[in-house]
């Protein structure tokens, strides 16, 4: 069964860093897109960065120059580097892959169960 793990987080002061590492547990036959998302208290969970499998890289308005989305194809892991944070990124955030399993299945989504992250002011 594929899972996905997160670690990293925690609380920074604005202005601070931080590192999210995602790795993937499980085999998988064809990784397609690996993603951050976050979900703020009261908001809907927005898309941060992606990596697609043609290493092209979309990140929000919001953190574009701020963040950098790293995806390693071989191993699929995906770190997301947290600079210059503000409140305002305060967030659970999410790892998100696309991919299949075998050949003979389709491509399916798989999320990680979140982690905190919480800047303070």
């Known amino acids: 069964q594929v899972q996905l793990v997160e670690s990293g987080g925690g609380l920074v002061q604005a202005g601070g860093s931080l590192r999210l590492s995602c790795a993937v547990s499980?085999?998988?036959?064809?990784?397609?897109?690996m993603a951050w998302y976050r979900q703020a208290p009261g908001k809907q969970r927005e898309l941060v960065a992606r990596?697609?499998?043609?290493?092209?890289?979309v990140y929000a308005d919001s953190v574009q120059d701020r963040f950098t989305i790293s995806r390693v194809y071989t191993k699929n892991t995906v770190d997301l580097q947290m600079n210059s944070l503000k409140p305002e990124d305060t967030a659970v955030y999410y790892c998100?892959?696309?991919?299949?399993?075998?050949?003979?299945?389709?491509?399916?989504?798989?999320w990680g169960r979140g982690t905190q992250v919480t800047v303070s002011s």
């Open positions: 998100f892959a696309n991919g299949q399993v075998t050949l003979f299945t389709g491509a399916r989504d798989y």
């Open positions: 499980g085999s998988i036959f064809k990784m397609n897109s």
């Open positions: 990596a697609n499998s043609g290493g092209g890289i």
